[in-house]
């Protein structure tokens, strides 16, 4: 404590040498400007009282002192003018931007991205309804509209959003990174999130057999969620839900990749099923993939899956949005409250982890 009060002592006194001949520099710079001026308005001031006290030139006193407040007036009126032109408020409006629109975009954006905005040199009319978009990250604005401008499916805004949220205009050859594994059960993988060879979950539990074909391990959370989810299933439909596949290594990854390179087997490395937290789920009654997703049971499934921590992962029609296949068999386990979120919200996985954690995971890197 005393150490460190030693420290800012010292850092105090350091700033005071610096500070001190720069404030006498200043004081030395300016004073004789300042005591100029203040000599020059106490004349003018000195002069209008003489002619106000001055009986034979009382008359002359009232228009100079309105000529002087007029000019005065206009002084400031003009100098406003001149820094309002250089606002970016103002060069936004010149490129033919409603005032309000212009208002709202100087305060929304940062410097780079008002410079890029009058770079463009016309009105963007999506540039002000993208700001108030549900999902809107400022960090993509440019994005948003780059990608608007080479869209030919005349997408809706709240699309355009979570297409760029999700990376859609990116290239994952390029842009792929490491995934966050600290993010745990809210880890993601995807196109542009990829685990290494060596990654492995903490703890992997075996599924009961009377649910599995072969032999398949998740987490631990997720076995017991999906033993409450099946016989809540059971109970409401009479079918049985199955593990096709749960957890899978990266090396077993290759070889799923290697028999199905164009489907829905993804790269080892971008496959979720090695986090430990996918699985792909049907029933005894309709173990193919396809009838699974109309029967009873599969509805059931989709309509529930939140109430026990899951999601599926690839819905239906957002693909065209997020680049994928839908697969109605796929869970991805995430716990009850995220789960409820995605569900309520009617989002993605990828659009809620780059709305509500990336930007926070970034805040905390810094
Ligand atoms: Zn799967």
Redesign the pocket.
Known sequence: MRQTIDVIRQWIAHQWTVLKPWMLRQWQRFMPWFLHQWSLFKAWVNRMWHLWTDRDNRWLSLPCTVAALLVLLVSVKSCQGIVYYYTPECKILKLGYPIDEARALATALNHEQIDSLIARGEHDTIAYPIINERYYIADNFDRYLAFHKSDTTDAPLADIVAAVNVGIDLDPQESAEPCDTTMDRLMLVNRFHYLNEHHKPRKLKEFKKIFCYEEQKAAPAVVKAFEAMQKDCKKQTGAQLMVN?AYRSYKQQIGTHKRNPKG?AARAGF???QTGF???VTSLQHPMRWPFDTSEEGIWMREHCHEYGFIL?YPKDRGHIMNYNY?P??LRYVGKVAARQMHDEDITFDEYYAYYIEPQAKTQRR
């Open positions: 596949s829905y496959s979720e099923h996918a699985i792909d992962r697969e068999w796929h």
